[in-house]
């Protein structure tokens, strides 16, 4: 139950890649209401750091985001035992 899944959906610009990522992250809430879903912006990288600034509430650090990212989501987020899903838009 807790393994760690990765999914990547790809293809031209305006298939409705995002459309399916949000009816998944819509179906993924129906059944497992007890989980916490992000949506961030990643096209490129000062876009994925202000989301997740703005998602975990912090300012991150921008030599050292990556790590504090991590360090968050596991001591805020994973405490709680909730599934998590991430979903990274826009990634180029």
Same mark, same amino acid.
């Given at each position: 139950?807790? @393994?760690?899944?990765? #999914?990547? =959906? +790809?293809? *031209? @610009?305006?298939?409705? &890649?995002?459309?399916?990522? %949000?009816?998944?992250? +819509?179906?993924?809430? $129906?059944?497992?209401?007890? +989980?916490?879903? =992000?949506?961030?912006?990643? !096209?490129?990288? /000062?876009?994925? =750091? $202000?989301?997740? !600034?703005? *998602? %975990? $509430?912090?300012?991150?650090? &921008?030599?050292?985001?990556?790590? !504090? =990212?991590?360090?968050? *989501?596991?001591? /805020? #987020? &994973?405490?709680?035992?909730? /599934?998590? %899903?991430?979903?990274? /838009?826009?990634?180029?």
């Amino acid at each position: 139950k807790n @393994a760690e899944r990765f #999914l990547v =959906i +790809h293809g *031209i @610009a305006g298939m409705g &890649k995002s459309t399916l990522a %949000l009816q998944y992250a +819509h179906e993924f809430k $129906n059944i497992n209401p007890n +989980h916490t879903s =992000i949506w961030v912006n990643a !096209e490129n990288e /000062d876009k994925i =750091i $202000n989301s997740f !600034e703005n *998602i %975990l $509430n912090i300012e991150l650090n &921008k030599t050292s985001y990556n790590q !504090e =990212i991590c360090k968050k *989501i596991n001591s /805020d #987020l &994973k405490k709680e035992n909730r /599934d998590l %899903l991430i979903i990274y /838009d826009n990634v180029e």
